[in-house]
């Protein structure tokens, strides 16, 4: 018997509904010219408009509060950032079937980190080091230390405790079974976060880092911003350095033993997650989950 496919639910976002949509919501910029950024990420189509601009549109619902997110907080974090960051110039509504708010935001210039040209760089571990300092430094007023909103909490690495047991066993036999669960269990059990909680990046990896001839220039897609722990921000140590640069990245971070063994389990869930998801269909995540998780286990 044929087993049944699931319905794709998910809009299609054509360059005629961008148009549209650009062209009816901010007529400022109605025939600037459009063109499809190829590859994009999973969780956003994305234009470029004109020379100044991007339009992204979110994929599918988990990505839909990122646009207003970004709106409200990039702003104020940019001055505070010693690496560039988007810049949201709109925020745009659903229409013409679309169903989701979406974004227009300043163009950033770059092309995206690689493991070749930045993993044995002390200076861009330096650099990404200082960055998360300051993010981490950075304190509005409208937010309470004790408290945070529901969009800015992050979750926790027990969240992902059964997914990460599924997938390890998914994978049994491409990686060694036996020191992920050791890895997992220890990150798992690894004392928590006893200060107040700090801002992280929440999707801090390769492919979220532009550079310009070679040297970092800006950190991009902060969808996953929030306030609480900031051990998920460490998986950059596993997905783009090496164990030299790791350490200058740690030393420079000043990283304690419990926090560095939570990002490690961070960098072994996200990288097994996207392994099991996508390796199969794109060489190019299964290189890079491969080394991620393999960097995980190495430490």
């Known amino acids: 018997m044929a087993t049944a496919r699931t319905a794709d639910t998910r809009p299609q976002i054509k360059g ?129 230390a004790e408290t945070t909103r529901d969009d800015l909490t992050g979750q926790p690495l027990s969240d992902r405790d059964h997914a990460t047991r599924v997938a390890i066993a998914k994978v049994d036999g491409v990686f060694e079974t036996a020191a992920m669960t050791e890895l997992w269990e220890a990150a798992l059990s690894a004392p928590g976060w006893d200060r107040s909680p700090v801002w992280f990046h929440g999707d801090f990896h390769t492919g979220n880092l532009l550079t310009v001839d070679g040297r970092l220039s800006a950190v991009i897609d902060f969808g996953g911003l929030g ?33 560095w063994m939570r990002g490690r389990g961070w960098a072994l869930a996200t990288g097994l997650n996207a392994y099991t998801s996508y390796a199969a269909v794109s060489p190019r995540v299964a290189a890079q989950t491969t080394r991620q998780i393999t960097q995980a286990l190495i430490g």
Not at 65 to 87: D, M, N, S, T, Y
Not at 233 to 241: C, E, K, P, R, Y
């Open 16 to 144: 005629a509904l961008v148009r549209r949509l650009v062209d009816t919501q901010f007529p400022q910029w109605a025939g600037l010219p459009l063109k499809l950024l190829d590859p994009a990420g999973s969780d956003h189509v994305i234009y470029r408009l004109g020379e100044e601009l991007s339009v992204r549109l979110p994929r599918h619902a988990g990505a839909i509060g990122q646009a207003r997110k970004e709106f409200q907080w990039l702003p104020r974090l940019a001055p505070h950032l010693p690496l560039a960051i988007p810049v949201p110039v709109g925020v745009g509504a659903p229409d013409f079937g679309y169903p989701w708010p979406w974004a227009v935001s300043r163009w950033l210039d770059g092309e995206v980190a690689t493991v070749e040209a930045l993993a044995d760089s002390s200076r861009a571990a330096v650099e990404l080091a200082q960055f998360l300092a300051a993010l981490q430094r950075f304190a509005p007023e409208d937010i309470p």
């Open 227 to 259: 306030a609480g722990d900031p051990a998920c921000d460490l998986m950059i140590a596993f997905t783009l350095m090496s164990a030299d640069s790791r350490a200058v990245f740690r030393d420079v971070l000043g990283v304690d033993d419990a926090t």
